[in-house]
């Protein structure tokens, strides 16, 4: 017999777990192979120092998003993200409007529904400060 406290557990996992109304947002996610999609993610952003191939650096606007594995959920997810996939947030909170590219070998479990993932994108400098 499930208890209230299992019923309200799995509630939460399913409707609040990534909630617009608590931290979460609305991103486009671009798949390399397929259509662009609206999907609702919890994103911690950052910025770092990355290598170049050539063996220079560059800066870098990091995201990590925690996303549903489920495509086909209500609020979409993502289940199998390959080289080439992107992101792009809403205007409101990132007016540069360029895409955030798939980090690979970056992927964290998130437990059975979920996962972190890495994006990337080179940061922008105009008259010496960083966009």
């Given at each position: 017999m499930r208890t209230e406290l299992?019923?309200?557990?799995?509630?939460t996992l399913e409707?609040?777990?990534?909630?617009?109304?608590y931290f979460a947002e609305e991103?486009?996610?671009?798949?390399?192979?397929?259509?662009?999609?609206?999907i609702t993610v919890k994103i911690d952003q950052s910025a770092e120092t990355q290598l170049t191939p050539t063996g220079g650096e560059e800066e870098v606007d990091r995201l990590e998003v925690l996303v549903r594995r489920d495509p086909t959920h209500e609020q979409g997810g993502i289940d199998r993200p390959i080289v080439g996939d992107s992101i792009l947030?809403?205007?409101a909170r990132d007016p540069d409007q360029r895409p955030y590219l798939y980090q690979p070998g970056e992927t964290?479990?998130?437990?059975?529904l979920a996962w972190r993932l890495t994006f990337v994108r080179a940061r922008r400098f105009s008259q010496g400060a960083a966009q």
């Open positions: 299992q019923t309200l557990v799995d509630h409707h609040a777990f990534l909630s617009t109304e991103v486009t996610f671009c798949p390399l192979r397929g259509t662009a999609r609206t947030r809403g205007t964290e479990d998130a437990g059975e």
